[in-house]
């Protein structure tokens, strides 16, 4: 039987950093609320808990750059809103943000959670901020959750 290796929902002990933006603070605050009731549900304590606030999606970026940098963290839950308007920038941005989300995650070797929604409307925003379409902040926390304890069990492997 091959070994299996899958990480836990128990929060207990690990520490978090929360970057969230600011742009669409009434769906990005939604977003946020939905994260840290889903850590503080899963044994994580205030203590272990950052919040960093940037102005935008865009900057989301570098300050999960730079919280991934500090080493002080088990994993990163990044947290926007990105809603088409009239122009070409939405591509531009969502492509860009949740590409380098991943590649900064890799980079660093920490779990980066990617709860940045990706809209045609404000409409569906909602929905995916705490309404039908469930949490998308509490779904990236449960992400970190899991992948901070994987990434505990398979450097332990080495």
Known sequence: MPQIYEGKLDAKG?????VVSR????????????????????????????????????ELLFGVKKAAESKKYNAIIALGAIIR???????FLASTVTGQLASIGLEQGIPV????????TL?????????????????AAFSAIEMSNLAKILSRKR
Do not use: C
């Open 123 to 139: 409409e569906q925003a909602i929905e995916r901020a705490g309404s039908k379409a469930g949490n998308r902040g509490g779904e």
């Open 113 to 120: 959670s990617s709860g940045v929604i990706t809209t045609e």
């Open 23 to 58: 742009f669409n603070d009434f769906i990005t605050e939604r977003l946020l609320s939905g994260a840290i009731d889903v850590l503080l549900r899963h044994n994580a304590s205030d203590k272990d808990i950052d919040i960093i606030k940037v102005p935008g999606s865009y």
């Open 14 to 18: 690990l520490k978090f950093a929360v």
């Open 85 to 91: 308007g009239q122009t070409s920038h939405f591509e």
